[in-house]
């Protein structure tokens, strides 16, 4: 089955982390596929973890989407080098390492929207 | 006039602030309207500079959106308060201060898309 991880930095508030586990599952319900969030650090699951819980819940292909804005080093180095790991590990799984939230097609106009649905 | 100022961390990398004042001028050519980038630290224009970019452009309203993902300090402090000291120094100004983009209404359709839209 095809299942998203969606890999959020993680935060020393947990209010932060939670918003995070709340997208996933508002993800979930709107797509009717697994998704799930993991975090790099801070917070758990770690992303390992994150990908094991997918795993063993039936995962054949599984999508990796970093939800950082900035190309920095956590989306350059950390994330591919721990999925990396992951697909030498479990090679009988399909991976694909999404763009990061910040290179998405149209986030300008996105953003637009949301600047116009912003009630005065 | 209205203008809109998309305020995000800044970075050491210059091409992570580089994106962002990309996505800016992305921004402006969809809308129509001003919208320029400033940054909380480490890159310029920092946010007194942007703000008072957009007062010298002729803004009458001026609105501010958080280029942030989650809602830690820097979205529910810092910015907030840097906004409050501009709105008393320029009161002529129309201010509008819009939830940061991690609390962006249907964010997780535009994560969805995203995922859908990626080739494999």
Same mark, same amino acid.
């Given at each position: 089955m095809h299942h998203l991880l969606l890999i959020a930095h993680g935060s020393r508030r947990a209010a932060s982390n939670e918003a995070v586990i709340? &997208? +996933?599952? =508002?993800? /979930?319900?709107?797509?009717?596929?697994p998704v799930r969030a993991a975090?790099?650090?801070?917070?758990?699951?770690?992303?390992?973890?994150?990908?094991?819980?997918?795993? &063993? +819940?039936? =995962?054949? /292909?599984?999508?990796?989407?970093?939800?950082?804005?900035?190309?920095?080093?956590?989306?350059?180095e950390d994330i591919p080098n721990l999925v990396s790991q992951a697909m030498h590990s479990h090679p009988q799984v399909t991976w694909r390492l999404l763009p990061h939230l910040g290179a998405a097609r149209d986030l300008a106009g996105f953003l637009l929207r949301h600047w116009q649905d912003t009630p005065p």
């Open positions: 709340a &997208l +996933a599952e =508002a993800m /979930q319900q709107s797509a009717g596929l975090f790099l650090e801070l917070a758990e699951p770690s992303i390992s973890e994150g990908i094991e819980q997918c795993i &063993l +819940a039936g =995962a054949r /292909q599984l999508d990796i989407l970093p939800y950082f804005l900035a190309p920095g080093r956590h989306v350059q």
